[in-house]
């Protein structure tokens, strides 16, 4: 939402997303700390195989 950018590892989005049971479909999201708004990763390829793409979400 402010377009606040943090840098978090790799590792840390894959584990993530691994203990999350939701929707492939979505990336896993984190909370800005700025604003309180969802922060997406810029570009990640799950372990299923399905890529996102912050292009695809904005």
């Known amino acids: 939402m402010c377009h ?19 929707d492939p479909t979505t990336p896993p999201r984190f ?6 708004g969802e922060m997406y990763p810029e570009y990640y390829k799950e372990v299923q195989g399905h890529e996102y793409k912050l292009s695809d979400v904005l």
């Open 31 to 36: 909370s800005c700390e700025q604003c309180g």
């Open 4 to 22: 606040e950018e943090e840098k978090i590892p790799y590792n840390v989005v894959e584990e993530f997303d691994l203990m999350d049971g939701g």
